[in-house]
C-alpha cells in the first residue's frame, strides 16, 4: 500500500509491511494571544495521520479479525517536525500498553538501529475501538525515511540474509566426512519444504563430525523436493534437539531467541557450545510460517489458518510446513541412529499387480495416509496383510519383508494391500505405527521447543505439559528450572504445566490447543521435553539472581543486572535463547561452565528434590483448590432464585425460613444456628421471673436485656419454682390474656427479636417426660398469684399469652402440649450484666469441670445475693411505675 499527501508518502510496499489506509487530520491552530493557547500550540504536532491496519488475508474470504500488527514507512515530511499517528483499528492491546510498551521507530539513513519511541503513546476506546497514539520528532536529515513497526521486526529477507552468511561462513561443511575430524563443526541448509505461496521452510542441521556415518537421512516423501542437494549425513549415539519459530508471524520476539540459540551452538571457542554439538543433533526451522510473515499477518497464513492448531492431522496440501515438521519427528523419534539403519525407501506396488493403461500411477503413500489406512485395515478383518515390496530411492534396489517387523528397524516399512476387487490399494506401515513400541527414553527426539510471543503476560516462560507420573513430570520441569539459573529474564513461577492449559480453547475461534505443536508432539511419541517457549513483546515481572560460572575465568559470568526489569530488546531475547541451549547441558550434567554448582541448590540432585516439593506443593493447592470451588458451587443459590438483570435475589417461599430453621434445630447439635441469637440457658425455656419483670417494664431500654444474662443450670434450678407452679403461672385464668379477645386459631409469627417466636421451633425434650395425668394433677393445685405485667413494647410474652389463650377451651391437659421450646434457649450465654456485676456465672458452668466443689457453691451463694437484690430493685421499680 502507498499514499501520498503532497510531499509525504506513507508505504507499505516491503517484506512484512502492513497499511491499509491513510487519512490526515486538519485541526483548527488554537489563537496564540493567551498563554494557554500558545503553550498547547507548542504541543501541537505539526503532522498528524489516522492511519488503519489491514487484517489477515485483507480483502479475500479468509479474512480475519487479527489487526495487532502494522509496520509501515513515511518519506518525505519537513526535517525535525513533530509527527503524531493514530492507529486507529488495532486488536485491544490496552494491558500491553498500560504495561510501558511502545512502538518501534528506525531511521534510514541514519540510526539504523530499532529503539523504542521516546514519548509514551496515549491509547482508548472509541465505540468499541482500541485507537493507539504516539507521537515522534522526525530526523534533521532531510530525505530520510523512518520506519514504525509494531514490534522488532524480523522479516523473511532478513532471515534469508542471515542464512546466506551461515552458508558461506561453513562453505567447507558440505564435503565433511566420516573421516574429518570430530571437532569439526557440521552444518547443512536444506529446503524442507515451500510454503503455499511458495517461500522456502528451510531446515537448518548443526552438530560436529563425532559420531557421523556414511549413510545419510533417507529423503521422505513429499519433503525435501531439491534432489541437487544431498541429504545430511547420520550420526551414532546423539538425539535430536528440535527448534522451531514464527508459526504466528507477528511474533517476532521467537525470531531473535532462535537466532541467539543458533548462534551459540556455532560458537567455534566456546567449550559449552563443543559440549552440545557432541551431545545433539539439532534440527531448525527458522520460520514455519514464511507467507504470513511477508504478508505482514499476525497469526495466520495466507489462507487464514493459525498453523499452532493443526498439528494433530496436518495436511501436505494446505499445511506443508507443519505436516514437514511432524513428519520429520515421528522419523527421528523411531529411527534412533544408534541402530544401524537403511537407505530411503519408498512405497511400491507388486510387479503382479499391474495398473490399468487408463489409470495413472498413483503418488508415494504419505506418513499420515499411510497411518490412516493402517487404522482402517485394522478395523476391517477382511483385509488381509501380504509380502511387502520395497525399493530405494538411492539404488534402486528391491526386498521382501513382512509386516509387523520389529521397532527397531530403521526402514520405512510399506505394505500393499490387494483388496478383494483386485485393485492396487496400497497400505503401509509407518513410523506413527511404530511409535507405540518406541518408549520416550528410547527415542531419537530429546528435546522440542517452540518459540512464541506473548502479549498480555509479562516475563519469559514456558509452557508444557501435565505428565501423570510424578517422575516424569520433575523431569519435565527441571528443564525451564535450569533455564531460570542460566537467564535472569525467565521467570519460572509463570511457567504453566497444568492440564487444562493443554486443552484450553481459544477465545476467537474456539480451537484446542490440543492442536498445538507441544500437545500434539507428546501425544503423537510420548517425548517429555515438550514445550512453548513465550516472551513477552515489552517487560518481564521480575529479574532472577544468576550464580557466577564455575571454571570459566570470567568469560560466562554475567554482569550485575539491574534491581528492576528493563524494556525488553534483540540482545535480552537472544540471551533467553543460548539459556536454553545451555540448559540442556545442565540436564545432562556436562556443561564446563556450570552455573548449578554456585547456585542455592549445588548440585542436579538437589534441585530435582527442590522441584519434586514444588510439584508436590501444587498439587496439594490445586486440589484445595477444586475442593473450595466444588464447595463453593454446591452452596451457592441456585440461578432460579436471581432475578434477571436486577442482580437482587427473588424472595424465598413462603415458610422457606421456618423450614430451614427447624431442620436445623431438630438436628442432634448442640451448637445454635449463627445466624440466630442465643437465649437465656433455662431447662425448659421458661424465661425467669426477672425477665419477665424487665420485660413488661416502662420501656427505659432494660427490656431487652433478658437475653444477656446467662447464669449456671445449678443456680437457677435452685431458684427455679416447681414444673406445676410453671404451669399455673401460664394458665388461662391467671393470664392477663384472657381478658382479651381469642386470636385466631393460626400459629403465632415468628420474630427474631422475641424469645417465643423462636419457642414456636421445636418442642423442648425435658417436656417429654410430663403425660396427660401429670398435667391433671398439677391442675388440681391451687394456683399462685401472677407477678402484674403490662402489654406493650418490649413484651416478649405475647407469644406465650396467645399460646395461653388459643388453649383456654382445649383443657388442662393440650396446654402444655401447646407451648413450644427451642433448643436455642438451652444454650449458654455470656452477657454484659453478669461482667458488670463482678462475675459471669457463665464462667462458672465452664469451670464446672476443674474447679472444686467448695469454690464452686460459693460462687453459687454469690450470684444468689445478686439474683435477689437484682429482683428487689427490679419489683420496687415496677411498683413506683404502677
Same mark, same amino acid.
Given at each position: 500500500?502507498?499514499?501520498?499527501?503532497?510531499?509525504?508518502?506513507?508505504?507499505?510496499?516491503?517484506?512484512?509491511?502492513?497499511?491499509?489506509?491513510?487519512?490526515?487530520?486538519?485541526?483548527?491552530?488554537?489563537?496564540?494571544?493567551?498563554?494557554?493557547?500558545?503553550?498547547?500550540?507548542?504541543?501541537?504536532?505539526?503532522?498528524?495521520?489516522?492511519?488503519?491496519?489491514?487484517?489477515?488475508?485483507?480483502?479475500?474470504?479468509?479474512?480475519?479479525?487479527?489487526?495487532?500488527?502494522?509496520?509501515?514507512?513515511?518519506?518525505?515530511?519537513?526535517?525535525?517536525?513533530?509527527?503524531?499517528?493514530?492507529?486507529?483499528?488495532?486488536?485491544?492491546?490496552?494491558?500491553?500498553?498500560?504495561?510501558?510498551?511502545?512502538?518501534?521507530?528506525?531511521?534510514?539513513?541514519?540510526?539504523?538501529?530499532?529503539?523504542?519511541?521516546?514519548?509514551?503513546?496515549?491509547?482508548?476506546?472509541?465505540?468499541?475501538?482500541?485507537?493507539?497514539?504516539?507521537?515522534?520528532?522526525?530526523?534533521?536529515?532531510?530525505?530520510?525515511?523512518?520506519?514504525?513497526?509494531?514490534?522488532?521486526?524480523?522479516?523473511?529477507?532478513?532471515?534469508?540474509?542471515?542464512?546466506?552468511?551461515?552458508?558461506?561462513?561453513?562453505?567447507?561443511?558440505?564435503?565433511?566426512?566420516?573421516?574429518?575430524?570430530?571437532?569439526?563443526?557440521?552444518?547443512?541448509?536444506?529446503?524442507?519444504?515451500?510454503?503455499?505461496?511458495?517461500?522456502?521452510?528451510?531446515?537448518?542441521?548443526?552438530?560436529?563430525?563425532?559420531?557421523?556415518?556414511?549413510?545419510?537421512?533417507?529423503?521422505?516423501?513429499?519433503?525435501?523436493?531439491?534432489?541437487?542437494?544431498?541429504?545430511? $549425513?547420520?550420526?551414532?549415539?546423539?538425539?535430536?534437539?528440535?527448534?522451531?519459530?514464527?508459526?504466528?508471524?507477528?511474533?517476532?520476539?521467537?525470531?531473535?531467541?532462535?537466532?541467539?540459540?543458533?548462534?551459540?551452538?556455532?560458537?567455534?571457542?566456546?567449550?559449552? *557450545?563443543?559440549?552440545?554439538?557432541?551431545?545433539?543433533?539439532?534440527?531448525?526451522?527458522?520460520?514455519?510460517?514464511?507467507?504470513?510473515?511477508?504478508?505482514?499477518?499476525?497469526?495466520?497464513?495466507?489462507?487464514?489458518?493459525?498453523?499452532?492448531?493443526?498439528?494433530?492431522?496436518?495436511?501436505?496440501? =494446505?499445511?506443508?510446513?507443519?505436516?514437514?515438521?511432524?513428519?520429520?519427528?515421528?522419523? $527421528?523419534?523411531?529411527?534412533?541412529? *544408534?541402530?544401524?539403519?537403511?537407505?530411503?525407501?519408498?512405497?511400491?506396488?507388486?510387479?503382479?499387480?499391474?495398473?490399468?493403461?487408463?489409470?495413472?500411477?498413483?503418488?508415494?503413500?504419505?506418513?499420515?495416509?499411510?497411518?490412516?489406512?493402517?487404522?482402517?485395515?485394522?478395523?476391517?478383518?477382511?483385509?488381509?496383510?501380504?509380502?511387502?515390496?520395497?525399493?530405494?530411492?538411492?539404488?534402486?534396489?528391491?526386498?521382501?519383508?513382512?509386516?509387523?517387523?520389529?521397532?527397531?528397524?530403521?526402514?520405512?516399512?510399506?505394505?500393499?494391500?490387494?483388496?478383494?476387487?483386485?485393485?492396487?490399494?496400497?497400505?503401509?506401515?509407518?513410523?506413527?505405527?511404530?511409535?507405540?513400541?518406541?518408549?520416550?527414553?528410547?527415542?531419537?527426539?530429546?528435546?522440542?521447543?517452540?518459540?512464541?510471543?506473548?502479549?498480555?503476560?509479562?516475563?519469559?516462560?514456558?509452557?508444557?505439559?501435565?505428565?501423570?507420573?510424578?517422575?516424569?513430570?520433575?523431569?519435565?520441569?527441571?528443564?525451564?528450572? =535450569?533455564?531460570?539459573?542460566?537467564?535472569?529474564?525467565?521467570?519460572?513461577?509463570?511457567?504453566?504445566?497444568?492440564?487444562?492449559?493443554?486443552?484450553?480453547?481459544?477465545?476467537?475461534?474456539?480451537?484446542?490447543?490440543?492442536?498445538?505443536?507441544?500437545?500434539?508432539?507428546?501425544?503423537?511419541?510420548?517425548?517429555?521435553?515438550?514445550?512453548?517457549?513465550?516472551?513477552?513483546?515489552?517487560?518481564?515481572?521480575?529479574?532472577? *539472581?544468576?550464580?557466577?560460572?564455575?571454571?570459566?575465568?570470567?568469560?560466562?559470568?554475567?554482569?550485575?543486572?539491574?534491581?528492576?526489569?528493563?524494556?525488553?530488546?534483540?540482545?535480552?531475547?537472544?540471551?533467553?535463547?543460548?539459556?536454553?541451549?545451555?540448559?540442556?547441558?545442565?540436564?545432562?550434567e556436562c556443561n564446563p561452565w556450570p552455573r548449578l554448582? =554456585?547456585?542455592?541448590?549445588?548440585?542436579?540432585?538437589?534441585?530435582?528434590?527442590?522441584?519434586?516439593?514444588?510439584?508436590?506443593?501444587?498439587?496439594?493447592?490445586?486440589?484445595?483448590?477444586?475442593?473450595?470451588?466444588?464447595?463453593?458451587?454446591?452452596?451457592?443459590p441456585p440461578k432460579t432464585l436471581l432475578k434477571r438483570?436486577?442482580?437482587?435475589?427473588?424472595?424465598?417461599?413462603?415458610?422457606?425460613?421456618?423450614?430451614?430453621?427447624?431442620?436445623?434445630?431438630?438436628?442432634?447439635?448442640?451448637?445454635?444456628?449463627?445466624?440466630?441469637?442465643?437465649?437465656?440457658?433455662?431447662?425448659?425455656?421458661?424465661?425467669?421471673?426477672?425477665?419477665?419483670?424487665?420485660?413488661?417494664?416502662?420501656?427505659?431500654?432494660?427490656?431487652?436485656?433478658?437475653?444477656?444474662?446467662?447464669?449456671?443450670?445449678?443456680?437457677?434450678?435452685?431458684?427455679?419454682?416447681?414444673?406445676?407452679?410453671?404451669?399455673?403461672?401460664?394458665?388461662?385464668?391467671?393470664?392477663?390474656?384472657?381478658?382479651?379477645?381469642?386470636?385466631?386459631?393460626?400459629?403465632?409469627?415468628?420474630?427474631?427479636?422475641?424469645?417465643?417466636?423462636?419457642?414456636?421451633?421445636?418442642?423442648?425434650?425435658?417436656?417429654?417426660?410430663?403425660?396427660?395425668?401429670?398435667?391433671?394433677?398439677?391442675?388440681?393445685?391451687?394456683?399462685?398469684?401472677?407477678?402484674?405485667?403490662?402489654?406493650?413494647?418490649?413484651?416478649?410474652?405475647?407469644?406465650?399469652?396467645?399460646?395461653?389463650?388459643?388453649?383456654?377451651?382445649?383443657?388442662?391437659?393440650?396446654?402444655?402440649?401447646?407451648?413450644?421450646?427451642?433448643?436455642?434457649?438451652?444454650?449458654?450465654?455470656?452477657?454484659?450484666?453478669?461482667?458488670?456485676?463482678?462475675?459471669?456465672?457463665?464462667?462458672?458452668?465452664?469451670?464446672?469441670?476443674?474447679?472444686?466443689?467448695?469454690?464452686?457453691?460459693?460462687?453459687?451463694?454469690?450470684?444468689?445475693?445478686?439474683?435477689?437484690?437484682?429482683?428487689?430493685?427490679?419489683?420496687?421499680?415496677?411498683?413506683?411505675?404502677?
Amino acid at each position: 500500500m502507498e499514499a501520498r499527501f503532497g510531499t509525504i508518502v506513507f508505504s507499505s510496499k516491503f517484506d512484512s509491511g502492513n497499511l491499509a489506509r491513510v487519512e490526515r487530520v486538519t485541526k483548527r491552530t488554537p489563537s496564540p494571544h493567551n498563554e494557554a493557547g500558545a503553550a498547547s500550540a507548542a504541543n501541537l504536532p505539526d503532522y498528524e495521520f489516522n492511519v488503519w491496519t489491514q487484517p489477515d488475508c485483507a480483502g479475500t474470504e479468509h479474512e480475519n479479525g487479527n489487526r495487532t500488527w502494522f509496520h509501515f514507512s513515511v518519506q518525505g515530511a519537513a526535517p525535525a517536525k513533530l509527527l503524531k499517528i493514530n492507529v486507529m483499528n488495532m486488536n485491544n492491546q490496552r494491558k500491553l500498553y498500560s504495561q510501558g510498551m511502545a512502538p518501534l521507530v528506525r531511521t534510514l539513513p541514519g540510526k539504523n538501529k530499532w529503539e523504542r519511541i521516546r514519548d509514551r503513546p496515549g491509547t482508548e476506546i472509541v465505540r468499541n475501538q482500541f485507537i493507539l497514539s504516539f507521537t515522534h520528532r522526525l530526523p534533521e536529515v532531510r530525505g530520510a525515511t523512518t520506519f514504525f513497526s509494531f514490534c522488532f521486526p524480523f522479516s523473511y529477507a532478513e532471515c534469508q540474509e542471515m542464512l546466506q552468511r551461515l552458508d558461506d561462513s561453513h562453505c567447507d561443511a558440505a564435503r565433511l566426512g566420516p573421516a574429518s575430524p570430530p571437532d569439526d563443526i557440521y552444518y547443512r541448509r536444506e529446503l524442507l519444504c515451500r510454503s503455499l505461496d511458495g517461500n522456502r521452510v528451510d531446515l537448518l542441521t548443526v552438530t560436529n563430525c563425532s559420531g557421523m556415518r556414511d549413510e545419510r537421512e533417507p529423503r521422505l516423501p513429499r519433503l525435501f523436493p531439491d534432489a541437487a542437494v544431498p541429504r545430511p $549425513h547420520r550420526f551414532d549415539n546423539k538425539k535430536v534437539f528440535f527448534l522451531s519459530s514464527r508459526v504466528h508471524p507477528g511474533e517476532t520476539p521467537s525470531s531473535f531467541v532462535f537466532n541467539g540459540f543458533l548462534d551459540f551452538i556455532l560458537r567455534k571457542d566456546d567449550p559449552r *557450545a563443543h559440549a552440545l554439538r557432541n551431545l545433539f543433533v539439532f534440527k531448525l526451522i527458522p520460520m514455519l510460517n514464511p507467507d504470513g510473515v511477508v504478508r505482514g499477518h499476525y497469526r495466520t497464513d495466507s489462507r487464514g489458518v493459525n498453523l499452532n492448531r493443526q498439528y494433530m492431522n496436518p495436511s501436505p496440501e =494446505l499445511h506443508p510446513s507443519i505436516y514437514a515438521a511432524k513428519t520429520l519427528l515421528l522419523y $527421528h523419534h523411531l529411527h534412533k541412529d *544408534a541402530r544401524p539403519a537403511g537407505p530411503s525407501l519408498r512405497v511400491q506396488a507388486p510387479p503382479s499387480h499391474v495398473a490399468p493403461a487408463d489409470q495413472h500411477e498413483a503418488p508415494d503413500l504419505t506418513a499420515l495416509e499411510v497411518s490412516l489406512n493402517q487404522r482402517n485395515a485394522a478395523k476391517d478383518p477382511t483385509l488381509r496383510r501380504p509380502e511387502l515390496v520395497l525399493a530405494t530411492e538411492e539404488n534402486g534396489r528391491t526386498a521382501k519383508d513382512r509386516v509387523g517387523g520389529s521397532s527397531g528397524s530403521s526402514e520405512i516399512v510399506g505394505a500393499a494391500a490387494e483388496p478383494p476387487q483386485g485393485g492396487a490399494t496400497q497400505v503401509a506401515r509407518t513410523e506413527e505405527d511404530e511409535q507405540k513400541a518406541v518408549l520416550p527414553k528410547e527415542g531419537g527426539v530429546a528435546y522440542y521447543v517452540d518459540l512464541h510471543g506473548h502479549a498480555s503476560k509479562r516475563g519469559c516462560f514456558m509452557y508444557g505439559n501435565n505428565l501423570p507420573d510424578e517422575n516424569h513430570q520433575v523431569e519435565n520441569m527441571l528443564y525451564p528450572r =535450569l533455564i531460570a539459573i542460566n537467564s535472569p529474564h525467565f521467570d519460572f513461577l509463570g511457567c504453566n504445566f497444568s492440564e487444562k492449559n493443554m486443552y484450553a480453547r481459544d477465545k476467537h475461534d474456539g480451537q484446542s490447543k490440543e492442536g498445538s505443536g507441544r500437545v500434539a508432539v507428546h501425544k503423537a511419541i510420548g517425548i517429555l521435553h515438550s514445550y512453548t517457549l513465550e516472551c513477552n513483546y515489552n517487560t518481564g515481572k521480575s529479574l532472577n *539472581a544468576v550464580p557466577a560460572a564455575c571454571h570459566d575465568n570470567g568469560r560466562a559470568t554475567p554482569p550485575l543486572a539491574p534491581a528492576f526489569p528493563l524494556k525488553y530488546t534483540p540482545e535480552i531475547f537472544e540471551q533467553v535463547g543460548r539459556a536454553v541451549a545451555i540448559s540442556a547441558l545442565d540436564m545432562a550434567e556436562c556443561n564446563p561452565w556450570p552455573r548449578l554448582v =554456585l547456585s542455592e541448590h549445588s548440585c542436579l540432585g538437589n534441585l530435582r528434590a527442590w522441584v519434586l516439593k514444588h510439584v508436590r506443593s501444587t498439587k496439594v493447592q490445586n486440589a484445595h483448590l477444586g475442593a473450595k470451588a466444588q464447595q463453593h458451587r454446591k452452596t451457592s443459590p441456585p440461578k432460579t432464585l436471581l432475578k434477571r438483570g436486577s442482580g437482587l435475589s427473588d424472595p424465598p417461599p413462603e415458610g422457606s425460613f421456618g423450614r430451614l430453621r427447624c431442620s436445623s434445630q431438630s438436628s442432634g447439635s448442640l451448637t445454635p444456628s449463627p445466624k440466630m441469637p442465643k437465649s437465656p440457658s433455662f431447662t425448659f425455656g421458661c424465661p425467669p421471673p426477672r425477665a419477665h419483670s424487665q420485660s413488661h417494664g416502662s420501656g427505659r431500654g432494660r427490656g431487652h436485656k433478658s437475653a444477656g444474662a446467662a447464669r449456671d443450670a445449678k443456680t437457677a434450678e435452685k431458684r427455679r419454682p416447681p414444673p406445676h407452679h410453671r404451669a399455673v403461672l401460664r394458665s388461662p385464668a391467671n393470664s392477663h390474656a384472657s381478658a382479651r379477645p381469642r386470636p385466631p386459631p393460626s400459629p403465632p409469627l415468628s420474630s427474631s427479636s422475641s424469645s417465643s417466636s423462636v419457642c414456636a421451633a421445636a418442642v423442648s425434650s425435658s417436656m417429654a417426660g410430663l403425660g396427660s395425668a401429670g398435667s391433671t394433677e398439677t391442675w388440681s393445685k391451687p394456683a399462685l398469684p401472677a407477678r402484674p405485667s403490662r402489654g406493650g413494647r418490649g413484651n416478649r410474652n405475647a407469644g406465650h399469652r396467645v399460646a395461653a389463650a388459643t388453649a383456654k377451651d382445649c383443657g388442662p391437659e393440650h396446654i402444655l402440649a401447646s407451648v413450644k421450646f427451642s433448643k436455642c434457649e438451652l444454650q449458654p450465654h455470656v452477657g454484659a450484666r453478669n461482667k458488670k456485676a463482678g462475675g459471669s456465672d457463665g464462667a462458672v458452668a465452664r469451670l464446672a469441670k476443674s474447679r472444686p466443689s467448695v469454690i464452686i457453691q460459693a460462687d453459687e451463694e454469690r450470684s444468689k445475693q445478686q439474683t435477689c437484690k437484682s429482683h428487689k430493685r427490679t419489683t420496687a421499680r415496677a411498683h413506683v411505675v404502677k
